[in-house]
């Protein structure tokens, strides 16, 4: 368990075949000592890279692991632990510690041995870009947080220099009480919505900035402290699913965020999916009309043009007069009330939405899909009507349909996603780095 216990159980449905269930407000942390278990997407490792990675993998989710230990986990010889162990101390990733505590500590007549991650020594930034707000996590290498700061940006669309710069500032910031400080921070990894190359580090295009086709490496580069990754938000939800969530211990699985816009995270035979070029999972820009409702993309009939918070209020403007209600909350809220064009909107995004979710059933066949987003924000797009509408859609076949469960979280898990991922890359880097 990393970041603990999730309180959930609110709804559980069964509606034939297809299976909803509702998941509970965030995710708290369990007391005692978060561990962050890792999932190895770094490739480009080389055999001896790898098995350090591995061993680092491992002690990181035991907390502590002796070296006998350490080889019989990794069916790795003795030798080649403390060869391995020699070199990741060396390095400073991991310490020893006497164990004088345990029953079996005195077993042999000699105190244990364990090794474990070094306390403190790096810190690890997780970013998550949204509308008009960045939130920033510090997570020390054994996925402890250490430190949390949400940031106004100045507006929703940024210059790609601009942003890079209120990403250094907010990390300066958050950084500031640390220990250490800045010299700390290994790396950061940043969440934003769009089409985005994580290995290239090239964003295509993406809602938060004001220009298409950004090569942002070199500007992570010139203008952070230290090593950074970009990638998908909707793949850091997908991470942090896999790491902390709803989809611990399954190997295929998508997770289907809503927000300003619709994204998609797919994990297929336990790795993310991100296609050719960086810009597969674009769920937001299936097209569901033709010559449909205008998308921020720039196209036609994308189904998070009727389906995300912009569609919403763009539809409630029409249907209800301009400036009816300002945010979706509000338009929920008016539509509990009994409002009847607010719920024709909300209603008519959720058929959108079921259609969608029917497509990417027939399409994978996913052990499960997780709905993953604010209360307010999915509570019409898994109604009885929608999952009828799924059922009736899908391929007809004697088996169960995937199960489709709903986790309500905020910003911040996104950040945590981010985070993880950021140990996950600044664990090859340093791996890479040590002498043979
Ligand atoms: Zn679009």
Redesign the pocket.
């Known amino acids: 368990m990393i970041f603990g216990n999730i309180f959930f159980l609110l709804v559980e449905k069964n509606i034939r075949k297809t299976h909803l269930s509702v998941y509970g407000d965030e995710m708290k942390r369990e007391s005692g000592a978060p561990r962050t278990r890792l999932i190895g997407e770094v490739a480009d490792l080389d055999a001896r890279a790898q098995t350090r990675l591995r061993v680092l993998n491992c002690i990181r989710e035991t907390g502590e692991a002796s070296r006998t230990d350490i080889a019989a986990a990794l069916k790795l010889s003795p030798a080649t632990v403390t060869f391995v162990t020699s070199g990741l101390m060396a390095g400073e990733l991991i310490e020893e510690v006497s164990s004088t505590d345990t029953p079996d500590t005195m077993k042999r007549g000699r105190p244990r041995v364990a090794l474990r991650l070094t306390k403190d020594r790096f810190h690890v930034a997780g970013i998550k870009i949204a509308r008009e707000t960045m939130s920033i996590l510090i997570l020390d290498f054994n996925g402890r947080e250490v430190a949390h700061l949400d940031v106004q940006l100045p507006q929703p669309r940024m210059e790609p220099a601009a942003l890079v710069l209120a990403i250094r500032d907010g990390v300066t910031t958050a950084c500031a009480d640390l220990p250490g400080g800045l010299d700390k921070l290994a790396g950061i990894s940043i969440g934003l919505a769009g089409q985005v190359d994580a290995g290239e580090k090239f964003v295509h295009w993406s809602s938060s900035l004001t220009h298409r086709n950004i090569d942002l490496g070199p500007l992570l580069s010139e203008h952070l402290p230290c090593a950074a990754f970009v990638e998908n938000d909707a793949n850091l939800a997908a991470k942090a699913e896999q790491l902390f969530g709803e989809a611990r211990g399954l190997n295929n699985f998508l997770v289907v965020t809503v927000e300003h816009g619709v994204g998609l995270g797919i994990v297929l035979n336990g790795r993310l999916f991100r296609g050719e070029r960086g810009c597969g999972a674009e769920f ?2 299936t097209k569901v009309a033709l010559h449909g409702a205008e ?5 036609q009939g ?1 189904l ?2 009727y389906v995300g918070s912009y569609a919403l209020l763009r539809r409630a403007d029409a249907a209800m007069g301009t400036g009816a209600v300002k945010t979706v909350r509000a338009l929920v809220q008016r539509a509990t009330e009994g409002d009847a064009s607010a719920r024709k909107v909300l209603d008519e995004a959720g058929q959108i939405f079921g259609m969608g979710l029917s497509n990417l059933i027939n399409l994978f066949d996913p052990e499960r899909i997780i709905l993953s987003g604010a209360g307010h924000r999915i509570a019409h797009l898994h109604s009885d009507a929608v999952l009828e509408q799924v059922r009736n859609s899908v391929v007809n076949v004697d088996a169960p349909l995937p199960e489709i469960r709903v986790h309500h979280w905020d910003d911040l898990m996104w950040a945590r996603g981010a985070a993880a991922m950021g140990i996950e890359q600044v664990s090859a880097l340093k791996v890479k780095g040590l002498a043979q």
């Open positions: 937001g820009h998308c921020q993309c720039g196209q994308c998070e043009a």
